[in-house]
Nanobody, 116 residues
């Protein structure tokens, strides 16, 4: 069983930055693929970024060059550094843990609002 708790969301002006954190409990954190997803109001949940156990990262085209995902296996933490934020980045951001064939684990989400 894995529990995920996100933090760091909030209100930020366009062009600003936020750093999201996800604290994970459970064993063998270092072998899980961790990810961030987001869901805007009225839209489907979408992938933002993932990082594998080997630190290979993937990003949605919409965030490439602006967002950076990282992990600290010693602390069971995963982060999402978000720079140059845009109003269209407004969404609830969810932390995800994946290790097939086990089902995915999800956090409760943290709201990010980009508005002037």
């Amino acid at each position: 069983q894995v529990q995920l708790v996100e933090s760091g969301g909030g209100l930020v002006q366009p062009g600003g930055s936020l750093r999201l954190s996800c604290a994970a409990s459970g064993s063998w954190f270092s072998i899980w693929t961790m990810g961030w997803y987001r869901q805007a109001l009225g839209k489907q949940r979408e992938l933002v970024a993932t990082i594998t156990s080997g630190d290979t990262t993937t990003y949605a085209d919409s965030v490439k060059g602006r967002f950076t995902i990282s992990r600290d296996n010693a602390k069971n933490m995963v982060y999402l550094q978000m720079n140059s934020l845009k109003p269209e980045d407004t969404a609830v951001y969810y932390c995800n843990a994946r290790l097939a064939p086990a089902p995915d684990f999800w956090g409760q989400g943290t709201q990010v609002t980009v508005s002037s």
